[in-house]
């Protein structure tokens, strides 16, 4: 009897062993993310207090540092060291970021697994883009198209907020005040989010935007030309309208009186406080009608294996709120070291696959994000998650290159 007790005492330290290297293992995955700050939020509050696996760092950098982060492999972008595993972008990845992508990392191959894998580019939640704004007198602020198409656009005819302003959609009218347009003076996706917005609602109003993840190139072919006295700053904007740095810049600067700027949702900022957030057109958000203006998910194997085709393409509608779009993640097809249980390849992965399977819906709906129609979680399920697919992330096509 002596003997049996000795050897299940030591069956039993075994197995606790096991599960001590087990879960060694897992507080030793280390994720680098980071990027756009629209959703940071919402991500910031997964990794605090949601199911997740491993240790995650979620740097808000905007989108563009983001995306060269993530393309380029240079963690120190995101105040890190080591691999960049999975970013947040709001600016959509473009033909010439994914060419040379492949360049790099995939011996020019897009339709190959090779070195690093493909690269992956997945919509993770939809979203309105408001607009805040502050001005004495004015708590129910309507703008219509035409009017945002001006503002932008430094027309002389929507300067001031007595020019945009009526007792009739505003209760009230504004005063004869510059308006304080506020911007990101960062490469921001909710820039580019904006801009796809003007870039197709302002031709019929004379205005010609451009669809951009930089303020200035947006509204640089829309701007008249600025006397010295509209630009003494000398930097092509009018010297009115006020620059932040990131999302939590914009937010600083809209608290002062004659200010709109352009925000993701986030608590003091939803559709439904008409207080602080335009409508437009009449319309505050509505999950719905969001969700029912993306278009169908990629649907041939060749249309899923270009990363361009899983941004959800824009259409400017007056029949509901007209701003609105996807924050993305960015990630690869392979990681180094395989993606066994317990490493940063198998977290990334895990990750993915709750957002798209419902894990983290309370999270979304918390932070006033708009859940993807289900035809697009099933595409991304069946493409990137699905054992045996292509184009699984960490799948077995992913078994004899190097990885990120």
């Known amino acids: 009897m002596k003997s049996v007790n000795l050897h299940i005492g ?6 606790a062993m096991a599960l ?4 060694g293992a897992a507080a030793a995955q280390s994720v680098t993310s980071g990027g756009a700050t629209l959703p940071q939020p919402m991500y910031q509050d997964i990794i605090t207090n949601g199911p997740i696996l491993g240790t995650w760092t979620y740097l808000g950098t905007g989108s563009g540092t983001g995306k060269t982060a993530f393309l380029t492999n240079n963690a120190s972008l995101l105040g890190k060291s080591g691999t960049v595993h999975i970013v947040g972008s709001d600016s959509a990845l473009s033909s010439a970021e994914i060419t040379t992508y492949n360049a790099a990392y995939n011996n020019g191959s897009a339709s190959t697994v090779a070195n690093y894998g493909r690269l992956v580019q997945i919509p993770a939640v939809a979203t309105p883009v408001l607009l805040p704004y502050k001005e004495s007198g004015i708590t129910t602020l309507n703008l219509s198209t035409e009017e945002l198409c001006k503002i932008y656009s430094f027309d002389s005819g929507a300067r ?13 009218v504004g005063a004869a005040s510059p308006i304080a347009v506020v911007y990101r003076t960062d490469n921001s996706g909710t820039t580019e989010l904006l801009s796809r917005f003007l870039n197709q609602a302002c031709a019929p109003f004379g205005k010609s935007f451009t669809v951009s993840n930089n303020f200035k190139t947006m509204v640089a072919s829309a701007l008249p030309a600025l006397t010295a006295a509209q630009d003494a700053n000398n930097d092509g904007l009018p010297d009115v309208w006020v620059g932040g740095a990131g999302s939590g810049g914009v937010k600083t600067a809209v608290t002062a009186n004659h ?6 949702p986030e608590p003091g900022y939803t559709g ?8 437009i057109n ?7 009608a969001i969700r029912s203006a993306l278009p169908a998910p990629p649907a041939t194997t060749l249309a899923r294996a270009n990363p361009i085709n899983w941004v959800p393409a824009y259409t400017y509608n007056a029949s509901f709120y007209p701003i609105y779009g996807t924050t993305n993640l960015i990630l690869g097809q392979c990681y180094a070291g395989g993606a066994a249980s317990g490493s940063a390849a198998y977290a990334t992965k895990d990750f993915v696959s709750k957002l798209v399977g419902g894990t983290y819906d ?5 932070h006033n994000f708009v859940k993807l129609p289900a035809a697009w979680l099933t595409a991304i399920q069946q493409t990137f998650l699905t054992s045996g697919a292509s184009l699984e992330i960490n799948g077995t096509a992913c078994s004899s290159v190097t990885g990120r």
């Open 259 to 264: 200010s709109l700027g352009y925000l993701s």
């Open 362 to 366: 309370s999270y979304i709906t918390t």
């Open 272 to 279: 439904e406080q008409n207080a602080v957030v335009a409508r």
């Open 10 to 15: 030591r069956l039993h330290a075994a197995v």
């Open 160 to 172: 001031t907020w007595n020019q945009v302003t009526t007792v009739a959609d505003d209760g009230g």
């Open 20 to 23: 001590i290297a087990v879960t």
């Open 282 to 288: 009449g319309f505050s958000p509505n999950d719905d």
